[in-house]
């Protein structure tokens, strides 16, 4: 199927998107529903004594109160898998965890409900800022290979500093929600996730059923990027109400609620060395990575060297890094989680041995192209990196810059500033199993893993699907997110694509082999429904399974029973290792007198293998650009030092992007089928699309200033 480029398609779900007809979670009506709201802790550490429940039972529509004594015991820990998250519970750590759920008629009743609890607590000393003399540093485990401290000491350019970003948060427009409901015994939870066979495994062992008694239906998701990659420790408390009341319950999280129950990015401090022979080319690099983490969370701090010890070919290099263990929630997964801060540190810091060197920063990248992964060994599938600065540079007329800092301007006095960087992201892949149904009556029916989560995935399954059968495309319907119609891992990690694309695209296959043999031999006129039916066969169903590269039938069981079995973590397969490429063209003006940062045109060019969407692929790359500058630029999560938790827990004070913020975003590819990473050649783009950008604005700063500021974010405060 990879054979030739796709052509231009619109969004398959876009005309409902624009009607008002798409149908997220909240919006799932059911008769009799029960509204809920949560009641947040008021104190960062220690535990509720005390909790009053009187006064909001009395509000007239109040139903019930859910505290911690409603909650069952917590399941036994089971071999080999992750906890499910705790339910309520009393022992709290972090401002803003949920001691209660108010059940109610309506929302108004069950906010009243929420505001009369009243809780008592033994408020314990907390921790919350990087810097608090309490705050102590636990140390990982990095990769690190060759010798980089002799390879230092051998290099005739050296160069150290210090890079520091900021904690952030999600904020996608739909809010965490939860439906759930009960009938004969069996659960139903409407929930927008990117992991509904997490929810289902997770929900059943804390409410002690059976896995096949739950159904979690995700057919649409208002922005997923990492924040519905874990399973809320909302959902299975909104479950419980549902079955102890009888009734449906609906509870959707405010937003303050979210920023204090939700995973983040965190806070990190990024201390490179790094060491150059005059030719340009890297020879060492020590790179120690210190995150912000919860007392036990799990964020691994040493997966930011994913980027930095694969990019460029750097044979010795020396990885560390340590957690601060603060009383906040657990950071976790949001976009490009490691490899965003990373790339930030790192290329900016390559930016800066460009000018200790002497060279351009487009040239001496290109001057460290390598065919090898310098951490395992492995050969790259398709080290596309240079192609792409190359189509960038051309496309942005970079040999028309002038080195020199604060050399372009503007006739009123505006600085110019250009910046470049680059990105590479794993291309990993997931197990997945698809159904496909032709019928006789004209429609198509395709359900296999994977969730809509805006970002495109049914558009790229389409196009594979009306690529490889003769059906009516107007009539084909897909569903994702459905736990009810094929098991659904995680989607996540930008594995999407390459786990949903080539699974699709072996179903078409499958299924003109199986009408073929169906047919023997016989020439029958029309499309494959009319053919159908002109043999009188109702329908045609076929379903496939597909492993990743260097896996076997146990992969696909694992994953028809819930687990995870990802393939090509940080690009790496049995023998090889699988990326994706961009580079990161950008102009920023910087005004006159009250230096106001302005992005006037961003270009970045991918390589992500076969581009199977091009109009999702390209939306994707620009949200990712969108994203980055409001990382760059504006936001940061901040925490109270005097009652804990987060200060600016909203979005009128945690500022992003708005559309005057955002100005041209062009975007290329190489499109290349990689079919050496699956059958289709394809790779993953969400994600990678934001790896570089952050270090290309202040490489663009630096170049209109010469300023060079190695905190996120920049703002003007820092140019006064
Ligand atoms: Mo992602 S940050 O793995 O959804």
Redesign the pocket.
């Known amino acids: 199927m990879s054979a030739t480029p796709f052509t231009d398609r619109a969004r398959v779900d876009a005309l409902d998107k624009v009607r008002g007809r798409t149908a997220y979670a909240a919006d799932i009506p059911l008769p009799r529903l029960l509204h809920a709201m949560t009641v947040p802790a008021t104190i960062a550490r220690g535990r509720m004594t005390e909790i009053g429940v009187e006064a909001a039972l009395r509000v007239p529509g109040v139903v019930r109160v859910l505290t911690p004594a409603d909650m069952p015991p917590p399941p036994a820990p089971a071999q080999g898998t992750e906890p499910p998250p705790p339910m309520l519970v009393a022992e709290i750590a972090h401002r803003g965890q949920p001691v209660a759920l108010v059940l109610a008629e309506t929302l108004e009743a069950a906010i009243e409900g929420a505001e009369a609890v009243r809780a008592d607590y033994a408020a314990a000393p907390f921790t919350v800022s990087f810097d608090d003399p309490g705050a102590v540093r636990t140390d990982g485990e990095a990769p690190t290979f060759g010798d980089a401290d002799a390879a230092l000491a051998g290099a005739a350019v050296r160069l150290e500093a210090v890079y520091v970003t900021a904690a952030n948060h999600h904020n996608p427009m739909e809010l965490l929600s939860t439906i759930a409901s009960w009938s004969a015994g069996r659960l139903t939870i409407h929930e927008g996730t ?1 992991n509904a066979s997490r929810i289902k495994h997770d929900v059943a062992r804390l409410l002690r059923v059976e896995p096949a008694d739950v159904d979690v239906l995700s057919p649409h998701v208002g922005g ?3 924040q519905r ?1 874990e399973v809320p420790r909302h959902t299975a408390v909104v479950a419980l109400a549902a079955r102890l009341t009888g009734r449906p319950v609906k509870l959707v999280l405010p937003r303050h609620q979210v920023f204090h129950n939700s995973r983040f990015r965190p806070h990190v401090r990024h201390s490179l060395r790094l060491g150059a022979e005059a030719s340009g080319r890297m020879v060492s690099a020590h790179y120690d990575s210190l995150q912000q983490n919860s007392r036990a969370g799990r964020y691994p701090a040493a997966w930011y060297h994913a980027g930095p010890s694969k990019a460029y070919g750097i044979a010795n290099y020396r990885g560390t890094c340590g957690d601060i263990r603060l009383d906040t929630p657990g950071p976790g ?5 490691f490899e965003h801060p990373a790339a930030f540190a790192f290329e900016s810091a390559v930016d800066e041995l460009a000018i200790a060197l002497g060279r351009d920063p487009v040239a001496l990248r290109m001057a460290n192209d390598t065919a090898i992964d310098p951490s395992n060994g492995r050969w790259l599938t398709s080290r596309s990196l240079n192609a792409c600065l190359a189509q960038g540079a051309e496309r942005f007329g970079w040999s028309g810059r002038r080195a020199e800092p604060g050399s372009m301007t503007l006739p009123d006095g505006t600085r110019v500033g250009w910046g470049v960087a680059a990105g590479i992201y794993q291309a990993a892949m997931h197990p997945a199993v698809a159904r496909l149904r032709v019928g006789a009556d004209g429609t198509t029916r395709y359900a296999s893993a994977g969730h809509e989560m805006g970002q495109g995935m049914s558009t790229a399954i389409a196009q594979a699907l009306i690529r490889g059968l003769r059906i009516d495309p107007d009539r084909l319907h897909i569903s994702l997110g459905d736990t009810s119609t094929a098991p659904q891992h995680a989607t ?3 594995w999407g694509t390459a786990s949903s694309v080539p699974v699709a695209a072996a179903a078409a296959e499958r299924m003109t082999a199986a009408l073929a043999e169906l047919l023997d031999g016989r020439q029958v006129a029309g499309n494959m429904h009319q053919q159908l039916a002109r043999i009188r066969r109702p329908y045609l169903e076929v379903e496939v399974a597909m492993a990743a590269p260097g896996q076997g039938p146990q992969h696909i069981e694992r994953m028809r029973a819930g687990g995870s079995a990802i393939a090509g973590l940080h690009g790496t397969y049995p023998g090889f290792t699988a990326l994706s490429y961009i580079a990161h063209f950008v102009e920023i003006h910087v005004a006159p007198r009250i230096p106001l940062i302005r992005v006037p045109r961003v270009i970045s060019v991918a390589e992500c293998g076969r581009v199977v969407s091009p109009r999702t692929a390209r939306s994707q790359v620009q949200g990712g650009v969108v994203w980055a500058i409001g990382a760059a630029l504006r936001e940061a999560s901040e925490v109270d030092p005097r009652y804990g938790g987060w200060l600016n827990a909203d979005i009128a004070e945690y500022h992003v992007p708005v559309n005057a913020d955002i100005g041209r975003i062009d975007v290329g590819f190489i499109d290349e089928p990689d079919a050496d990473a699956n059958p289709a050649g394809v790779k993953g783009v969400g ?1 990678i699309a934001m790896v570089g950008v952050a270090a290309a604005l202040a490489n663009a700063v630096h170049h209109a200033t010469g300023r060079r500021l190695r905190a996120l974010p920049i703002r003007l405060e820092q140019l006064l």
């Open positions: 990117q997923g990027f990492g990659g997964q949001m976009r490009a989680p996540a990690g930008s994600e």
